[in-house]
T-cell receptor, first 114, second 112 residues
């Protein structure tokens, strides 16, 4: 069974640009969550989608957005990039929803903003 | 908002010594999960605790959920070099639809 796939794995952008990250969950999983991981702040919740609906949203500015498609694949977008957006962005899939069991994390997309 | 505090932030031990990390929530949790992230890797699920006072064991790892469901601990007996990594707790408040909030993790290094 394939795991959670995130693309791209690494990317470099400059301030002001925008970026789109993609996540394909484990087959059959309908829940996708996104987290930002930085050395100082740990894992910070961005948003969670379940069956194409955003169930929860973290405390991030409106520059961070996401969506989920009918096949459960999810994308997140960050517009007007800032230096502080440099981080590892992790996607996690779950069979039903976050309150019903483990999350399966992808390898992450490492974003560097110059 | 809900906060999950985890201590210590770093722990360095000699191989064979025990290790414990503690997790405290500002609010009552419906459940708590533990994850391990190896250096350069991604978080991997270890366990979920749901019941008040629950204790679960996985080989050398012992997980506890407090009676008030506001704190939890992970204890590793006789650490090995393979235990190296960052251990995260993640709590979810009552209600069932709340987001999972992660602690900042405890980074464990083991000296062989």
């Amino acid at each position: 069974k394939a795991g959670v796939t995130q693309t791209p794995r690494y990317l470099i952008k400059t301030r002001g640009q925008q970026v789109t990250l993609s996540c394909s969950p484990i087959s059959g999983h309908r829940s996708v969550s996104w987290y930002q991981q930085t050395p100082g702040q740990g894992l910070q919740f961005l948003f969670e989608y379940f069956s194409e609906t955003q169930r929860n949203k973290g405390n991030f500015p409106g520059r961070f957005s996401g969506r989920q498609f009918s096949n459960s694949r999810s994308e997140m977008n960050v517009s007007t990039l800032e230096l502080g957006d440099s981080a590892l962005y992790l996607c996690a899939s779950g069979l039903l929803a976050t309150n019903t069991g483990e999350l399966f994390f992808g390898e992450g997309s490492r974003l560097t903003v110059l | 908002g809900q906060q999950v505090m985890q201590i210590p932030q770093y722990q360095h031990v000699q191989e064979g010594e025990d290790f414990t990390t503690y997790c405290n929530s500002s609010t009552t949790l419906s459940n708590i999960q533990w994850y391990k992230q190896r250096p350069g890797g991604h978080p991997v699920f270890l366990i979920q605790l749901v019941k008040s006072g629950e204790v679960k064991k996985q080989k050398r790892l012992t997980f506890q959920f407090g009676e008030a469901k506001k704190n939890s601990s992970l204890h590793i007996t006789a650490t090995q070099t393979t235990d190296v990594g960052t251990y995260f707790c993640a709590g979810q408040t009552q209600g069932g639809s709340e987001k999972l909030v992660f602690g900042k993790g405890t980074k464990l290094t083991v000296n062989p």
